[in-house]
């Protein structure tokens, strides 16, 4: 069975006080509404269509942008759920599989909730997507017969009777696309609040002889986004489930709660984690690694047995072959660090190679900006870079090859040369303590001076 997946993200979220559409705030370094496409995408949807309305344009692009085979489709005025989702008519015509609808702005559906409401298919022509919650306040109700699900009654129009169930809609629905979209046009706005209710669906299903059933999960998945304070409280149990994923897979977190994930991060089984690291999005840890206290990984690839940090910085495109050191204070960009290499201090490397084995002294810079454009730096094989080294790209150092602390290198040094580029030292026997003296003796008149 094929699905489609059509996200509903044209709400304003005018609680989020925020000139930035609500769908566009992060969890885990990924707008919200990525990771409501990425919970339908375990369901490999054949088609994935995104309503905008409100910074319309910005969502669409940030949609495109994670997922290039997003379509969009726009709602002009939000006229309700029901009228979000018959936008997307146009984008599923031709489609005769299953639709799902999920929320821009409710991140944490999980996969396995997804395939339930898949597998509820086969036996109900509408499946609804409910959770019994703890205080079901303002959401809509689900009204039960047995096993069936009969109608949905939002809380504004429900009876003081109604507003006793416990059982509460999520929003998420699934149903044949054709027979959601003749559902659709029956809806009316004929209720409390002058909307299309996606929800008037269910009853509808039934009143033409059509089955409807519901799905239950967990409340915290279903949990929807509408405030800064719900979105750090969303980002607090991102990170809490993230953290257990980790330890789970065989990661040892010394201390769980002060690591920070973000939504794609990758770590291997038998690696280390220590306090306070914080991984961006695109970063991912092969086994057997240490990433050592307060390093900062984003965009890059730690492969086997590497150790990283404490206090080291891998940018995006840094790529560290197996058994690779990093030290303190070091920063990576844009660059491959081949096996067995170390860069240990103090150090920056930044669109450059660096060869198998290679030492990197304290200090040694890439000179890669010239303040228009950036430039390359090779650094062969067991090279060995003096302390202090500048490297002003373009530039390659050979195989073998040395340079002497404190070098300015501007040209290419060949395999197996050693390059020196600084002032030849001048000493001047006893200048030091003349020096001193006669300092000391300035002091002591300016002193005397002021008295
Ligand atoms: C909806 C459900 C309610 C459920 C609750 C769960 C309906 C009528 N009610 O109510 O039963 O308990 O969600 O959170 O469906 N949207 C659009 N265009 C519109 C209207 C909404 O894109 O015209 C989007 C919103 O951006 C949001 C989602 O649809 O992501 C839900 O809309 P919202 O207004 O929050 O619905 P609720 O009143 O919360
Ligand atoms: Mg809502």
Not at 20 to 31: D, Q, R, S
Not at 64 to 86: E, F, K, M, R, S
Not at 315 to 326: F, H, I, S, W, Y
């Amino acid at each position: 069975m094929s699905i489609a997946l059509v996200i509903l993200a044209a709400g304003q979220g005018t609680r989020m006080n925020s000139d930035l559409p609500k769908v566009l705030h992060k969890i885990g370094g990924a707008p919200m509404l990525v990771h409501a496409i990425r919970s339908g995408e375990v369901l490999e949807p054949s088609r994935i269509v995104v309503v905008t309305g409100h910074g319309g344009e910005q969502v669409g692009a940030a949609a495109c942008d994670y997922q290039p085979a997003v379509d969009i489709a726009v709602q002009d005025q939000q006229l309700g759920t029901a009228h979000a989702v018959a936008q997307a008519r146009e984008a599923l015509d031709g489609f005769d599989g299953d639709v799902i609808v999920l929320y821009g702005d409710t991140p944490f559906i999980q996969p396995d909730t997804l395939e339930r409401m898949q597998s509820a298919r086969s036996a109900h022509d509408v499946v609804v997507l409910g959770f019994e919650a703890a205080d079901p306040g303002r959401y809509g109700r689900l009204v039960m017969d047995g096993q069936n699900l009969e109608r949905i009654v939002e809380f504004k129009d429900a009876t003081d009777e109604e507003r006793k169930i416990t059982l509460c809609n999520s929003g998420v629905v699934a149903a044949n696309a054709a027979v959601l979209m003749e559902l659709i046009d029956a809806v009316s706005n004929d209720n409390a609040s002058g909307e299309y209710y996606l929800t008037d669906i269910v009853g509808l299903a039934r009143s033409q002889g059509l089955s409807a059933g519901a799905v239950t999960c967990d409340e915290a998945e279903t949990l929807g986004i509408n405030s800064r304070a719900e979105l750090a409280r969303a980002e607090g149990l991102f990170q809490a489930r993230m953290r257990a994923e980790a330890l789970e897979d065989g990661v040892t977190l010394t201390a769980p709660d002060t690591v920070y994930f973000a939504y794609d991060t990758v770590i291997g089984r038998d690696s280390t984690i220590e306090p306070n690291v914080v991984f961006g999005p695109g970063a991912s840890v092969e086994s057997g690694v240490t990433i050592r206290a307060f390093s900062h990984l984003e965009g890059c690839h730690v492969s086997r047995g590497a150790v990283v940090g404490p206090y080291a910085r891998l940018r995006p495109g840094a790529e560290l072959a197996e058994d690779v050191k990093v030290g303190n204070f070091v920063e990576i960009k844009a660059a491959r660090v081949d096996r067995g290499a170390k860069i240990n201090h103090l150090t920056y490397v930044g669109d450059a190679e660096v060869g198998e084995e290679a030492n990197l002294g304290a200090g040694t810079v890439t000179c890669n900006y010239d303040g228009v454009m950036k430039h390359k730096t090779r650094i062969g094989a067991r090279a060995f870079i003096g302390s202090s080294t500048m490297l002003v790209a373009p530039v390659s150092i050979g195989d073998d090859a040395m340079t002497g602390s404190g070098s300015v290198i501007t040209s290419d040094v060949e395999p197996g040369a050693l390059a020196i580029g600084r002032a030849r030292q001048v000493t001047k026997p006893g200048l030091a303590r003349k020096l001193f003296e006669m300092l000391k003796a300035q002091k002591r008149n300016k002193t005397q001076e002021v008295k």
